[in-house]
């Protein structure tokens, strides 16, 4: 750490800081500027948060240089995370991108859902999502179906052999989804609920942690970092969108650079979602393309054998016809250009 | 709601939505442009998602007429709400703007805590706030005592008289809060924690929601609008500050606007956080000045008897010394604008 | 437009309403729901702004239903817009995407600008970009040589044949850099700078019309129609990063949607500019990636011979060899992915 | 300024920082940690920019320590700037908070005109405003009367005293507007019109400059610092709303605290505009009371004798009647609240 005195700090104040370092193990370095004092810090920051030193009296501010997060930093595991399903799927590293495709919520026909899990199975798809227990900005909207949707899911998995990915709510919930899901998703508005993040990390199911529509990419990092620092290292990103000023013809603005800059700060694998990062269906193909090009691990897409009948999220569902078609076209860009995974890419910085 | 159909929108497509308008029991009514179709639905919104239209073909863009949120709306309940608590405290209407004061986390020494409830409680302060569970960014960070400090605070509550707030982070510990507290808070990142405002919404203790730092007014009012349509309409909201693209000298940007926008939409009250708003001490006071002009209800301030070994928000907390000099100030304005809540506001809009 | 009344509108509000739009030639259709009256209102909006609507009494919003901008929009001109060059190079519709490199400012030293172009025009770009009059944000960083330097983009131009792209600050120095350049840049932060843009639309160069870092999509096509309306159409739109909540790992968050977005809305072409919208060397490549996957019809990049003795912009430019290595890479890319260009692309929407 | 090197950081690299340090007349004192390497470089930073630094090998990231702004520093002139007009009229420091009162545009008629002019003087507003060229976000909007409205304005001025504000938008025009106005504005959308910062930073008029509405704080103080450089002191800044993720209720977000914050960074004046700052009518009495509690220095308000059938801005301003009642009620505010600017404030940070 580095910390920034006031210009108007007295002897006292630098002393009190630097008292504090010591007692805490840290090495306490001192420069006086002709303006500023500031004062180097070297030792372990989680034994003293730079948060209390931001409050001693004559403290201006203070800097971390290492990132704060630990468990998630590529810095303490510099070789990609794969994770791997027990029916051989893969997920980060080399591993070729996947597709998780499914209805936004399983609704009451299960007719339904084996229709889109049957098309993404025979597409090549290995998971298949649908919600059970949903979000709603609205209490007068319908929130899912529950146990009835965790059950419709598990016999879709036992007809086609997709792996299930499916929303946890409430940690109350943990142990019946676990039941029947091969992947636990975090959606956006709960990336900071820490006591589901903290119940997450103590089962062993792998976990894709959506992030915030308003979370800074070290937010993110340290919400993957809560679900690894309970236990379970099994993490996988997924970039939604983020909120911006502009929303007349995109729901969020999907953050790609975010896949590239978090392929460098951590080894978790990182996924993208076009459907929510932009609430447009005609979207979905060229984001996706742009994501796969940036270094995504895999697509997560919402596909509904009727989107006009979709209890939810209709407007940025494919049906199954044009899911079809951009599949294709992914899978066909993704022939092409997977072979850059094992061309060097630039180094520096 | 209004339904605008694509340029390109086929007969079949308008009668599609034609058709499920009236299905809902919806009156449409059609109106042919030189470009687009456009369809008056004239009905109840409940019965008919708008999401469902909008994801229908040929349909571009549904527009609402009415607020989604009703329970909250000022259009049904045109008086203010004012929330009353046994020894006679109001929140509310033309109640005098109340104050809640103490530290960020209860920590362990139990006479710091109540050195600042008998500080506040001599000012005149009517609420005393401490943590006892913490939801933290990192998960190195100090997460609170539990229910230890629950007991601190009702410890300090029968000394002092004041009534306490304290933060709910996970509905499983409901009951226990409901216990010790007289208020319970929904902090900023459990604003969209809608199964943990379901459980609020069922219990009988007035809340404090706080907004989430990137949401919406909207999206702040429909989620007062979860806790209401559970039963509990004791909803205090709590303005806190949202995020922006600076945040060089300010945490987060407090949209004091969003207290007279939310006054003229609701019915319910809103205080104001300026701790928690600006992240800097030195903005309490011209922030909570700004606040209290623009009509909140009370102000929220993060007070610890010695703001430098705080284990949580230091920067942004007053010493006790600090707070009745603050205090006082406020307390004098209060004293001089109050009078203003009887004086007839603009009309209009 | 549709214009929605208060609650609380009287009859004489909703006539005063009709009697202005029949007064503009507009047909005014009423509508009376149970709680809002709506008026559909059938004409040309440049008669009448739904501003002066808004400002009457009664009225609660108005809603276009057209977009605002109408020359750059794809509803006058389904065709994409291709602006072709003396020399045959072509942007825009189905022309392969082209690239534009060079230094963020050109510096005193020729040699070092004539390395760039020769590097870049050996690798098959198309134009050289550097600056002459630089916005700087604070007035003690390097503003740019002037007139010098486009003397010395004019003897790079001669001596490689590369078309040359500058920017131009203020509406003064036009005819100045008209007799130098190519196409002329009306940089982010000139973005609403409207007397520019009327003086460049007055001039028969094509123009690159960087988005604001604030700016919709819809403020950028209207900044575009600003150029257009004064005589020039040859507009090529360029995404630069918008300004977020976030900018700890980036300066900006490139809007990659938009490409696929404006491609929907407008005629015009649009490249992208992955320098200024990440800030970060190491996102060059990714991001140029992402914006071609998405279908942007060119790339603008910074390359500097020496990056680390750069006068402005040196963290985000690429060195002669780096951009060799990434320029491969890229352009392996486009050929494979260039045939997608005449696949069909998602109908619907 | 702190210079952080990468973890990869070569000999070399640090080598080539020092050197660079040296050559500029910088002390560097170099830390090594256990993961970075740490630069402290100790002298002039405008010798030196730190985006050089930046670029080069090695180097993480600079950390500058003292604000970059310079004349527009609270650390250069302490003591606050006020500034005095021919008539005695002050804006600043301990003087009462003015008012600036006019139609967005100055519009044919001029009866108008002066029947606003008049109303402000028999009110107590020192300033008439009103606009001669409007930027317009779209080109088929009215965009002002030229030099017609600055003589109608110079006509009213005459009539009642009051000072003039009025907008400059290129340079072309600039000694024309300073024949007719006491005060140059500078629009949100131009504030970093370098050229034009420049011009009026050779004028000796007293400016307006309000704050972009995508600006941090930082960048704001800096355009501040351009018209100051190029000779003109006299500047007063301006708040007027911030663009934010919502816009559903307010057109921006009215920053209220960057008021006390940039008393805090700056000697400069600062004044409120609620009128662009919210876009609602009903928003100018609580945003004015919040700006004026917050320390603000003034306050510009949009005041038209028939909104309804203003040709620009209708929705946010005030009919005369409607401005004669806030007013006083804001004046009542002032008079309270004024004492409180001669109170000491709260001391620290």
Do not use: W
Not at 15 to 20: A, E, P, R, Y
Not at 35 to 45: C, E, N, Q, S
């Amino acid at each position: 750490m580095i910390i920034v005195m006031e210009k108007t700090a007295t002897v006292e104040n630098i002393q009190g800081v630097i008292d504090i370092l010591t007692e805490h193990g840290f090495r306490a370095i001192l420069h006086k500027g002709d303006v500023h004092t500031v004062i180097d810090a070297l030792g372990d920051k989680t034994t003293l948060s730079p948060n209390r030193l931001e409050a001693m009296e004559g403290v201006n501010y203070v800097r971390l240089i290492r990132q704060p997060f630990r468990l998630a930093s590529r810095d303490r595991k510099p070789e990609d995370t794969v994770i791997e399903f027990e029916n051989g799927v893969k997920v980060g590293g080399e591993s070729r991108p996947v597709f998780i495709a499914g209805p936004c919520s399983v609704e009451n026909d299960y007719g339904c859902l084996l229709e889109v899990a049957q098309a993404a199975k025979e597409l090549g798809c290995q998971f298949l999502r649908g919600g059970a227990f949903k979000p709603r900005t609205s209490p007068y909207d319908f929130d899912g179906l529950g146990e009835k949707a965790l059950k419709y899911l598990a016999k879709a998995k036992e007809e086609t052999g997709l792996l299930v990915v499916t929303e946890l709510m409430d940690s109350s919930d943990l142990k019946m989804v676990c039941d029947y899901a091969d992947v636990i998703q975090i959606g956006a508005r709960n990336m900071q609920n820490f006591r589901l993040l903290k119940s997450v990390g103590k089962c062993n199911k792998p976990i894709i942690l959506k992030r915030g529509p308003a979370s800074s990419v070290q937010e993110f990092l340290l919400a993957a970092e809560h679900i690894m620092y309970n236990g379970n290292e099994k993490v996988i990103l997924c970039e939604r969108g983020i909120k911006s000023f502009d929303h007349t013809f995109t729901r969020n603005v999907l953050d790609i650079s975010a896949i590239p800059v978090i392929k460098k700060l951590s080894h978790l694998p990182i996924i993208v979602d076009p459907s929510h990062g932009t609430g447009q269906r005609y979207l979905i193909e060229p984001m996706s393309k742009a994501g796969l090009a940036a270094g995504a691990d895999g697509v997560m897409v919402e596909v509904h054998p009727n989107p006009a009948k979709a209890l939810s999220d209709g407007k940025q569902s494919l049906s199954i016809e044009q899911f079809k078609e951009v599949f294709s076209r992914l899978n066909n860009m993704i022939d092409l250009l997977h072979l850059d995974k094992k061309q060097p890419a630039l180094k520096g910085e």
